[in-house]
């Protein structure tokens, strides 16, 4: 699970760490067709697919909760040992593993009768498309008041850099960097196309923060990344963080952080978006430098913002400074995996059942091998879409087609769903809902020693009938604790923006995404199959189907009626 990675995780467990790997600014270059060699498993449908002669009558209930059965505990392992070997290297978008599960997936598809859906592919199954791996190349120094300030020692940064060459900057203070109802450090401020100083955290009063509910941080306080997307909608043209809190370590941060900022990050190599603002961290010394002033004194001023409840005015006289942050750039195919069933009646109309089956790959030498983010989704949507062909080959396939859709990328920024929901197979006008499912095999801390549950978030959002059908395909599955703690958007964690589904959301296609929580081996080496709770997985698994036939099966198409997305 991301939006974008293990740097939200960290960023949850520090106030200064692990800012989420922001992705790189379009390069403007022209797309770079790359062909995958691959076998080409032929795109019509096996005989398992075929229709056979019509089973006796029965409810449609009955019917789902049968082929319900058919997801086994057994399934699951025998999909999920092979997806999350230490063979298949972690799954690293655009690795040697990476590759690899396509091919176990596209042939399991095809194994199942599914069609490949993809025109003009060396492989139907699967969706190619061209990205671009950027590293930062060394060498990166800041100059400022006579002296030379280190990478990861002083500064790091994330995403893109316009500082390819030295260049001299001239900083403006923005405060905390928050604009929204009754409080804003833009007011009065021009930053368009300038390089901005900004305070890490939100103002506190009597010990609490300003801005938060209950005592609780607002988004400002908990996440770095509503401050650069403030700075972005401004215009400005990168962003330095600092924090003076003293219980900060910048250096014990920058070096838990070191392995994941060697990694390359990635991005659409043809990308037609705004850039982001560039994000930089800098340690508190190099950031009194700066400010040009003394930590004591940047501490009065967030006492007095927190007092007055409200920006106030900085003596400070930012410092002229010179950068150079270069990044090594190259391009690379990865690849969407897609199986295709034929609805009948309403096969026009279609629902998605997706998961991301990439992951992190092998850092400090140790395979990350993903079995609970995402393998567990991955290999629920291989057994969903067995048990659809099973019902189909007896006479009771779906009214609606379905497309399952596993994705790559969505560790580096949800990039598969983003190709596909950019590029669709299917027309999205006629593609009903989504139901995305990342992380299905564990139980969180919020639910140790408890019942069976799943976090279900999003449901609710676009339509109001999906959110009764994911009741309703609970209640058929024998009704475990589904969990809406996640769901508001506005919730600091961001579950809603990170997962595959936002990116159909966004579109006002309805979804919902089915999660168990992060637990102490998210994005760790330990996220092995031993171990899943397959039990639970199971289960999870089977809700999500009870959902996917009530959708592909109504007489109507659901409503899309609620809020926006």
Not at 308 to 329: D, E, H, M, N, V
């Amino acid at each position: 699970m991301s939006h974008k990675s293990f740097y939200a995780f960290l960023l949850a467990a520090s106030v200064v760490a692990g800012p989420a790997a922001a992705q790189d600014a379009p390069s403007g270059k022209r797309k770079v067709k790359v062909k995958h060699k691959s076998e080409a498993p032929a795109a019509t449908a096996a005989p398992a697919a075929a229709a056979a002669p019509a089973a006796a009558a029965a409810p449609t209930a009955d019917l789902a909760t049968t082929y319900a059965g058919t997801i086994t505990q057994d399934d699951l392992r025998k999909h999920l040992t092979v997806l999350a070997s230490d063979a298949y290297e972690g799954r690293e978008t655009g690795e040697k593993g990476q590759k690899m599960a396509a091919d176990y997936i596209a042939k399991r598809f095809q194994e199942l009768g599914l069609v490949g859906p993809v025109k003009d592919s060396d492989n139907p199954y699967m969706q190619h498309f061209t990205m671009e791996r950027s590293t930062w190349a060394g060498g990166a120094t800041l100059k400022v008041g006579g002296q030379t300030f280190k990478w990861m020692e002083d500064f790091y940064a994330y995403g893109g850099s316009p500082f390819e060459q030295e260049t001299t900057v001239q900083p403006v203070f923005a405060g905390y960097g928050i604009e929204q109802d009754g409080y804003s450090d833009y007011t009065g401020l021009d930053v368009k196309g300038k390089d901005l100083i900004i305070l890490m955290g939100e103002p506190t009063k009597d010990g609490k923060p300003l801005l938060g509910k209950d005592g609780a941080a607002s988004k400002w306080g908990n996440d770095y990344r509503a401050k650069a997307a403030m700075a972005t909608q401004k215009g400005a043209r990168s962003v330095f963080f600092v924090s003076f809190n003293p219980n900060d370590n910048f250096g014990k941060t920058a070096a838990r952080m070191a392995p994941y900022l060697s990694r390359p990050s990635i991005n659409f190599v043809d990308a037609k978006k705004e850039p982001r603002a560039a994000t930089f961290f800098v340690s508190p010394a190099l950031g009194a430098k700066l400010l040009g002033s003394a930590d004591a004194n940047v501490r009065k001023y967030e006492a007095s913002v927190g007092a007055a409840g409200k920006p106030a005015k900085a003596t400070f006289k930012p410092a002229k400074f010179a950068i150079k942050a270069p990044k090594k750039r190259e391009n690379f195919t990865t690849e969407n995996v897609l199986g295709y069933l034929e609805g009948t009646d309403k096969k026009d109309e279609l629902i998605v059942v997706s998961a991301h089956y990439d992951h992190i790959g092998i850092i400090n030498g140790e395979v990350h091998n993903g079995a609970d983010d995402d393998g567990s989704g991955t290999v629920s949507v291989l057994e969903m879409a067995e048990a659809f062909v099973k019902a189909k080959a007896e006479g009771h396939g779906p009214r609606r087609s379905i497309l399952f859709l596993t994705v790559t990328g969505e560790e580096k920024g949800l990039l598969g769903s983003e190709y596909y929901s950019d590029h669709p197979v299917f027309p999205l006008a006629q593609t009903v809902a989504d139901l995305n499912i990342d992380m299905v095999g564990r139980t969180d801390k919020e639910h140790e020693g408890k019942g069976d549950y799943v976090y279900v978030i999003g449901s609710d959002k676009l339509s109001s009938e999906l959110h009764k059908i994911v009741l309703a395909a609970n209640e058929k599955n024998g009704a475990m604790d589904l969990d809406f703690r996640y769901n508001d958007p506005n919730d600091p964690n961001r579950f809603y923006y990170r997962s595959d589904h936002y990116n159909f959301a966004k579109h006002g296609i309805p979804v919902a995404f089915f999660f168990n929580g992060v637990h102490d081996d998210y994005h760790g080496a330990k996220d092995e199959v031993d171990k899943i709770e397959f039990p639970k997985m199971e289960k999870r698994a089977r809700v999500v189907f009870h959902a996917a036939w009530d959708l592909v099966n109504r007489d109507n198409r659901i409503a899309v009626d609620s809020n926006k997305p």
